[in-house]
């Protein structure tokens, strides 16, 4: 049997950059999988190439800034015009699905957004994937530079505080949490892939 | 004391009517509460007259479709842009805030539609009230005319036939459920507005 | 290579019989696919055994009532019993999970008990399995009888009389909702162990 | 008029104490409010006297460790045992409500504990209240000691280091944050009499 390979699309929206650079690390993570290969594919203008290559992906992870309390109206407008792949035979039906969001805030009503990205995937037919890290800065002796430091299962959170531009924030911590993500939906999707080419 | 007033504002997207005549019943419902006054709001076009409506009412009661799990990316876009009400020191904090949402299935993610409006109040400071009506439906003696049919209390639930026009849809049954909220929404406003008086 | 098999664990509580029902269907429909095997693990008395049948699953679909809007009690001893496995590395990382519920009424807040289990499995690395069938009963041409009839994709919902035995309720059509999601999560841990024995 | 009083119950479950620290913050938040009186309410037992302090209120704020993704199970026992005041015609119809949690994770799904919350005390008929504070420990000038320093609206969020005793955990940050959604609760409970009296 020939090795598969795994086609990570990272779908995302970003106000003023920091969610774009939670985007690069979770794509990096992904890419960094022998078999898989990841792209970057910004959901603000909905063109028909982002919809070619987000259905000739085999995962698909979301990832949109939490703004008063949900992901961002650019994103929920890409969400919105998905339902024409949904509408034929659900589309994305069976792809691998998963989520990150950043915000301001340590909690911030983040959580909210993955499950609305998780509850949207559903609908899609697709399968969701989270982050299977322990929560770091739990302890008294754990360190703000943890994998997973906000705590987050469903997705991948950060934090970027209000007055950072994109190029000091969210923290690395942050983006190495967003490479795990990545690097967890890729080995799931290969996995996945290899078990269809057996089938 | 002189008596108060209570100015209910049904801020509202439609799609195609349904959740429109939704709106309207909330309204009529509300309106019919002795004190109070109620007003419908479009959120289509985000004008200077949409912020002042808003921001004169004592009470806010959001509605949208729900699409793709979550209510549609207009009234996303507005609460996006509340942000700057949020900004100026919670313009409307304390304000009491509800909500309604519609689409063809059964239960069909509405929740998750009210879960983000409740959410989205909450950021602001706002006071959310809910329907405190049984379900309907529920018991093989029970009929599909019964109020709250569909079984939900954070907000009010309504559904259309996909192949029903706005005219035909939703039922009747939905609307007098609205129609409920509404007048629960009134009255509380003003006890609310009661006690501010009295202070 | 060999056939692969697939152990689908069923793991529910039941207050009056009606979700052991929907428990039932969810695991004749996954045992229903060439190469499952299904059993059901009720989780009133959380034995060394529970823990053992659990750990041997390669996937685990979770069952509760929704009581006062989520996860019986009950089920949610079980979820925190369940930290002496989240505590040994994840024991329970990349098993496939799924969720389904039963309440009185038609939506019911259901689908905030889907989103706790969705939460939970998150918790522990799992993988979710939600229902790829279009929303039922949702035209003025559809039925009752239609699969997915109350329209859900997080998990499978059934909804029963409150004054009816389980021998009448949950109706046939909720009860083949209910297979149809242990049917995808059998398929889909089929293919999962597929690619696992291929790597 | 005479001048009201507002009767606020913390009806709260703590496993290892550091919740019970999160619950005394609030009642003394309350407490602090001229006109309210609060008292604590643990649920580890569910005696008669606890259904008649509760019955008595006229708000009750909910309190439970976040464990495995939602409150806890001595949590949910309460609960779904309040449906007994639920079928009395909604016996707790009209409270006031409010919300808050702990757990280890910075985050860590403690947002969807209080949605839990929410959703259960909109099935009473409850109004509910959350917090209107910005998010503190949100820019690069800020600090950890910052009211809000997590970064939730829904209701009142701890978090306490897995490795500290409840004498040195949660940290005051988080106890002061308590004590304004207490001292909110008290203030809406209030006016919310007052308004009652002068209807």
């Given at each position: 049997m020939s090795n598969p390979s795994a086609r990570i699309a990272v779908a995302y929206h970003s106000g003023f950059g920091h969610t774009a650079r939670q985007a690069e690390a979770v794509a990096a993570g992904a890419a960094a999988v022998p078999g898989a290969v990841a792209e970057l594919v910004p959901l603000d203008e909905l063109t028909d190439e982002v919809w070619e290559r987000l259905g000739a992906a085999d995962a698909i992870i979301f990832g949109a800034p939490t703004y008063m309390g949900s992901p961002s109206a650019v994103f929920k407008a890409f969400a919105e015009a998905s339902v024409k792949v949904w509408a034929?035979?659900?589309?994305?039906?069976d792809k691998i699905a998963a989520g990150f969001t950043n915000s301001?805030?340590?909690?911030?009503?983040k959580l909210n957004s993955l499950v609305d990205m998780a509850v949207f995937a559903a609908q899609h037919g697709m399968i969701w994937v989270g982050l299977d890290v322990y929560p770091g800065w739990?302890?008294?002796?754990?360190?703000?530079?943890?994998?997973?430091r906000l705590g987050s299962w469903l997705g991948a959170m950060a934090q970027s505080?209000?007055?950072?531009?994109a190029e000091k924030a969210p923290p690395e911590t942050d983006l190495r949490t967003a490479a795990a993500l990545g690097a967890r939906v890729a080995t799931v999707t290969l996995r996945h892939q290899r078990g269809s080419l057996a089938a």
């Open positions: 034929a035979d659900l589309g994305w039906r301001k805030a340590m909690s911030g009503d739990a302890e008294s002796t754990a360190s703000i530079e943890d994998l997973n505080d209000a007055d950072l531009s």
